[in-house]
């Protein structure tokens, strides 16, 4: 079986192979230039400098992970999540998040089970009602200043992961349910139950393609999940019976259900598939928007002169005293369209450090790659990694890669060397699975941005020569929660 695995890596694109340790050794290489707990959405990435890699190449890591054909290119990428629209790999994506999101999470589904959910929540994430949400998201970001202020009256050095996702579990949750959680303030059950989950998923590489043969933790995930479900379970057995709990405003529960024919005896699989989609949009969305906003926070208090030019923006669309914002914002939700800089700024963040940086994808056999010379490469048995974090710091695509430039964004001449070309910038990824919440995501944190940036100086504290990078934890998260001083302006 060894030869045989081995061998057939013989005339595909890759890094140095070796006939019997595979790809193994490489990927000890890079994994050591790396923080131990640095996410490897990043190893494509560093594998391509070194190694001159193409566009695509393979990797062949049997027996600890199924055989890998990771793409970097934006073309090519298109390839496999629009054209051929290649299955999720649910069994692998399954071992790190599916005691967290459920076994028919949307974002590991596939088939008639991933289009009836996707069908039932698409309508609550239409831009036109996700400005609904504004004044509430000004609520939730309103408290969050609070909880700002407390910690710049004590000048004290906190994890800002912690409080960022504590108000975006907020938000989801008002978004979706339209449900007031209290995880600002308080260790909120809701909130502490995907917290107890999310501790049980694995923390290194390797552990996500092992199976977890830990008794004591497979108990833990089936009683945690159980309570997980239980409770979200009562809320959407509530809304199934009574209906949306506001008048005049439906939240995406509310559509689903109706796009079900809310139907009071409704099915226990449609039930199921509701309770799944309920914490896949509350987990998937706080916890990738905290980590964008600390990222951004991060890069901000790096580059004052930018930092300057968002909050001039803000000036420009808010006026000049920060504390009207807010109720500007109740009032006129549709400026947050004309916050051109700040989105740059957010685009930029989310480039240099995306959360879920790669999609993971089921090669078939009658599928191929169809590269610029006409070749085709094997899709099939390999899982297809689309690496869009690899993508979005190639210097033939992004000039300056390395340097955080949010003006990239805003060019639109194609001659001009900072234009982004087409489908390259891709964080939320792109075609028919791309991120469902992506216009919530980008509404919520430009709010925040308004809310805070004008009251507020950042500065992110890393001691003893540690510095800012990326974790995996489920997602790729900043390093020791991205520890920061605030101050009062
Ligand atoms: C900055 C924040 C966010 C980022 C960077 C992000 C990124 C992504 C990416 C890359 C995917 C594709 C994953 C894959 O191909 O495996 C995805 C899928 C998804 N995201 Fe987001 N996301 C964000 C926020 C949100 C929010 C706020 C929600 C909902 C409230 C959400 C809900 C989803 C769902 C349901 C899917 C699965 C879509 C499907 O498979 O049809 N995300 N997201």
């Known amino acids: 079986r060894l030869v045989q695995q081995r061998r057939m890596f013989r005339n595909l694109p890759g890094p140095p192979h070796h006939a019997i340790w595979g790809h193994f050794l490489v990927m000890r290489d890079i994994a050591s230039s790396l923080p131990p707990d640095a996410t490897p959405q990043l190893f494509a990435h560093l594998m391509r400098e070194r190694y001159g890699l193409g566009d695509f190449f393979y990797l062949d890591l049997w027996p600890l992970a199924p055989p890998q054909l990771v793409i970097v290119q934006p ?18 994506m399954r071992k790190w998040t599916g005691h967290i999101l459920g076994e028919k999470s949307m974002v590991t589904a596939n088939g008639h089970d991933w289009l009836v959910s996707r069908k039932s929540f698409t309508p609550g994430f239409q831009p036109r009602k996700v ?87 497979q108990y833990q995930k089936w009683k945690n999940g159980r309570a997980l479900d239980r409770y979200v379970g009562r809320l959407v057995d509530d809304r199934i019976i009574n209906g949306p709990i506001e008048k005049n405003m439906n939240h995406a529960i509310d559509d689903a259900i109706s796009f079900n024919n809310r139907n009071k005896n409704m099915d226990t699989g449609t039930r199921d598939m509701l309770i799944a989609s309920v914490k896949t949009l509350i987990f998937a969305g706080h916890d990738t928007s905290a980590s964008t906003l600390c990222y951004t926070y991060a890069a901000l208090s790096k580059h004052p002169h930018i930092l300057q030019r968002v909050r001039e923006e803000h000036d420009t669309l808010f006026g000049s005293d920060p504390a009207t914002a807010a109720s500007t914002l109740r009032e006129h939700p549709h400026l947050t369209n004309n916050l051109h800089y700040t989105l740059a700024v957010i685009k930029e963040a989310l480039r240099l450090w995306p959360p879920t940086g790669v999609s993971l994808r089921a090669g078939q056999p009658t599928q191929t790659l169809k590269t610029a010379d006409g070749t085709q490469w094997p899709t099939y048995p390999f899982a297809v990694l689309v690496n869009n974090c690899a993508t979005m710091r190639r210097e033939d695509l992004f000039k300056d890669a390395e340097r955080f430039y949010p003006e990239r964004h805003l060019v639109t001449d194609p001659q001009d060397p900072y234009f982004v070309p087409k489908d390259a910038w891709r964080p939320f990824e792109k075609g028919p699975r791309a991120c469902l919440g992506q216009s919530l995501a980008l509404l919520q ?29 489920v997602t790729a998260k900043p390093s020791q929660g991205l520890p920061t001083r605030v101050s009062l302006r």
């Open 75 to 92: 073309e090519l990428a298109m390839q496999v999540v629009q054209k051929m629209n290649l299955p999720k790999e649910s069994a692998v």
């Open 131 to 217: 400005l609904q949400h504004v004044p509430g998201i000004v609520d939730d970001v309103l408290d969050f200043c609070d909880v700002l202020r407390d910690h710049a009256v004590k000048q004290d050095i906190f994890g800002m992961e912690d409080v960022c996702a504590r108000m975006i579990f907020n938000i989801s949750a008002r978004a979706i349910l339209g449900i007031k959680c209290n995880a600002q303030r308080n260790d909120d059950e809701f909130l502490e139950l995907f917290r107890a989950q999310a501790s049980l998923a694995p923390q290194d590489f390797w552990s996500r393609y092992l199976y977890d043969i830990s008794l004591r933790r």
């Open 445 to 473: 944190l430009k709010i925040i941005l308004v809310l805070t940036l004008r009251g507020f100086d950042f500065e992110t504290v890393y001691e003893d020569g540690s510095f800012m990078y990326q974790v995996l934890d």
